[in-house]
């Protein structure tokens, strides 16, 4: 039974290139959140999305980021046009209905 | 906005010592209080939970104590060890989403 699955682990991009983080829930997990962390920081919301639907927002930078939770697939963190800015490790995290979280590995990316 | 407010920010406890987090939050419409540890490099891993109906929960040598009126919640890790140096985060999953507090890094000298 596997875990939360974000791939990349690593990503490298250049500033102006589009980032693609990928999220794969738990089985039987219909909710996903994903969280931005800067180094030495804390968890910092950025969406909460359930199957097709984005349920909150409220976190993601209103420009060059989104994301989505297809019916099929798993759930997709876009970054366009990356800045230095962006570097940070995202996490992927999934539930069912009670809420409680896992989350996976992360990715993090590094804007060159 | 709901908030979740953690103290301290790092503590250094003695092997064998124990480590106490707090944690307090605004949000009323709440299923549940998790603590999440995080080495580096690594994801957050649920560690304990506790439900607000219950005051107390206890996971080995880790603690959950609940205050209800005071809106707090507190991780206690008994008999600290160097392996339990890490990140803690309690979250409030109250809300739509779940907000976590900023994280208390525990360093547990050998």
């Known amino acids: 039974n596997a875990g939360v699955m974000q791939n990349p682990r690593h990503l490298v991009r250049r500033r102006g290139q589009e980032a693609r983080l990928r999220c794969s829930p738990m089985k039987g997990h219909s909710h996903v959140y994903w969280y931005r962390q800067l180094p030495e920081e804390g968890l910092k919301f950025m969406v909460y999305?359930?199957?097709?639907?984005?349920?909150?927002e409220s976190g993601m930078p209103k420009e060059r980021f989104s994301a989505e939770f297809p019916k099929e697939g798993p759930s997709i963190l876009r970054i366009q046009q990356v800045v230095r800015g962006d570097s940070a490790a995202y996490f992927c995290a999934s539930s069912s209905a009670n809420r409680k979280a896992f989350f996976g590995q992360g990715t993090r990316l590094t804007v060159v | 906005q709901q908030q979740v407010k953690q103290s301290p920010q790092s503590l250094i406890v003695q092997k064998g010592g124990i480590s106490i987090i707090n944690c307090a939050y605004e949000?009323?419409?709440?299923?549940?209080f998790p603590w999440y540890q995080q080495f580096p490099g690594k994801g957050p891993a649920l560690l304990i939970a506790i439900r607000p109906d219950v005051s107390e929960k206890k996971e080995g040598r880790f603690t959950i104590s609940f205050n209800k009126s005071a809106k707090q919640f507190s991780l206690h890790i008994m008999d600290s060890q160097p392996g339990d140096s890490a990140t803690y985060f309690c979250a409030d999953t109250g809300g739509f989403k779940t907000i976590f507090g900023a994280g208390t890094r525990l360093f547990v000298k050998a």
């Open positions: 999305l359930q199957k097709e639907n984005i349920i909150d």
């Open positions: 949000n009323t419409a709440f299923d549940y």
